[in-house]
């Protein structure tokens, strides 16, 4: 199973651990906030996926091959309550299947390697989490509530559910086992068929 989060360092002030919060981005990717008084008035954030920072430039390398954040952003509609994170990877995977099995081969995904008994430090979920990441903290285009993870995701504990801005007017989230069900899908595992 996926490990969770360690304790980090303020990247910029060096300040200790004490005033670093941590926050799940997407499945095995977390959001570290320092709120030390040398940042002042605001707090410095940074990615992490258990071996180092990410880099939060953005649209550059393969997130602009893949054109990543307008796919993503495709995957939600308007009128829909929050979505959990397993929705919006299947949609993604679902729609760009090229993109997405090219983002598996480079990154692996915890499914597979659950199948074969190892543990990822880094996945193809992680890459696509940290461009929801990217939409909702950079770009200001998705908003987000924390909800509990559901089926295969549940080994993450809490994830978020996103939606389109300004959001939806319920906290109500479309939950990932809810869909697979009513997708004739496993609940408790993730599509292999998207994997190979």
């Not at 200790?16 to 997407?26: A, H, K, L, S, W």
């Not at 906030?33 to 390398?61: E, I, N, V």
């Not at 952003?73 to 997405?100: K, Q």
Request: proline share 5%; with cysteine.
């Amino acid at each position: 199973m996926a490990r969770g989060p360690m304790r980090q360092v303020c990247q910029t002030c060096r300040d200790g651990d004490e005033f670093v919060d941590i926050e799940i981005e997407g499945p095995g990717l977390w959001r570290y906030s320092c709120s030390s008084p040398a940042h002042g008035d605001s707090s410095y954030s940074w990615l992490s996926t258990g071996r180092s920072p990410l880099d939060g430039a953005g649209h550059d390398g393969l997130s602009e091959q893949l054109g990543i954040y307008d796919a993503l952003l495709r995957c939600f509609s308007a009128e829909e309550p929050y979505i959990e994170y397993g929705v919006i990877e299947h949609r993604y995977a679902v729609a760009n299947p090229g993109d997405y099995k090219h983002l598996v081969r480079l990154y692996g995904h915890t499914q597979a390697a659950l199948d074969r008994g190892e543990h990822l430090e880094y996945s193809a979920s992680a890459f696509i989490g940290g461009a929801l990441g990217r939409l909702y903290h950079r770009d200001g285009l998705l908003t987000r509530v924390n909800t509990r993870a559901t089926g295969f995701w549940s080994y993450n504990g809490t994830l978020h559910g996103w939606a389109l801005k300004p959001g939806p007017t319920s906290d109500t989230v479309t939950s990932w086992a809810a869909f697979a069900a009513d997708n004739g899908l496993e609940p408790h595992e993730w599509p292999r068929a998207l994997l190979a």
